[in-house]
């Protein structure tokens, strides 16, 4: 145990300075992701304004909350991509990777955790610039707020597992742009990224259940703006352990027919 604890602890400070070494980059990178959550949130604002002042249970200054807690849950959410598994393989730096007594999952764990750490620092001015601007209704409680703190880093640890998972399948096949576009797009439709999903229609929200995208970007955000029960805001991290242990027992399982099939190649 504290061997990875020591493995952790160094991975992370390796990416914390690394990342400080590029703010700017890093910042407009944040920047440019906002133009999205914007979009939506101009768009659902003026939807909410033509009905009267609220729609599906949101004020205009209940989006802004969502959109604006939506640009820090999505940054949350960016891990390692399933399409960098080809570079990953082509120039031979898994072959490093396997050469290391510590499972590769975890380097992908601890640095996005680190620069996590940096990000969280980018976002606050950013924030306050926004919430400026759209003047969002957001008054969590102590327990949505603690239950926030734990969602967003539960649900770094849910989407890396199920990329990680699907990074492998290249593993056996190198044509996999179509099967991770069909991931990505139901990811949109059934995480609350596009919409709320208390705007979607009834089967769409039961549907939503029985996936791990609610539980990784949906779910933080409506625990945080106070659009749960004391109750679901258990059972929603329940969900989140859950899919952890699953994805941890599937990709060690995977994992081990994949890397039978790896041959090194490049440096």
């Known amino acids: 145990m504290k061997r990875y604890f020591d493995y952790y602890r160094s991975a992370m400070k390796l990416s914390v300075l690394e990342q400080w070494q590029y703010p700017v980059a890093n910042y407009f990178y944040m920047v440019g992701m906002i133009a999205e959550p914007v979009i939506y949130l101009v768009v659902w604002s003026a939807v909410a304004n033509q009905q009267g002042g609220m729609v599906g249970g949101y004020t205009p200054g209940a989006f802004a909350a969502y959109y604006i807690v939506w640009t820090l849950v999505r940054n949350m959410n960016i891990t390692f991509t399933p399409y960098g598994w080809e570079h990953r393989i082509r120039n031979g730096r898994l072959s490093t990777s396997l050469m290391r007594p510590i ?12 620069w996590k750490v940096v990000v969280i620092f980018l976002w606050l001015p950013l924030a306050f610039g926004l919430s400026l601007v759209f003047k969002p209704e957001l008054n969590p409680t102590l327990l949505e707020g603690v239950v926030f703190f734990f969602a967003i880093w539960l649900a ?57 995208f609610r539980w990784t970007f949906g779910f933080p955000i409506e625990a945080l703006i106070g659009q749960m029960s004391t109750g679901d805001l258990f059972i929603g991290l329940g969900m989140q352990l859950v899919w952890i242990l699953f994805g941890v027992l599937v990709v060690n399982i995977v994992w081990k027919f994949a890397v039978r099939r790896f041959s090194a190649v490049g440096g």
């Not at 499972?103 to 680190?114: E, Q, R, S, T, V």
């Not at 099967?179 to 208390?198: C, D, K, N, Q």
């Open 103 to 114: 499972h590769p999952l975890n380097w992908d764990i601890a640095y996005f955790m680190g």
């Open 156 to 212: 770094f640890l849910v989407r890396t597992l199920m990329l990680f998972l699907l990074g492998m399948v290249t593993f056996w096949t190198t044509r996999v742009s179509a099967l991770f576009e069909l991931f990505f797009a139901a990811e949109l439709i059934l995480s609350g990224r596009l919409v709320p999903l208390a705007l979607m229609p009834v089967w769409v929200q039961e549907l939503a259940w029985f996936f791990p």
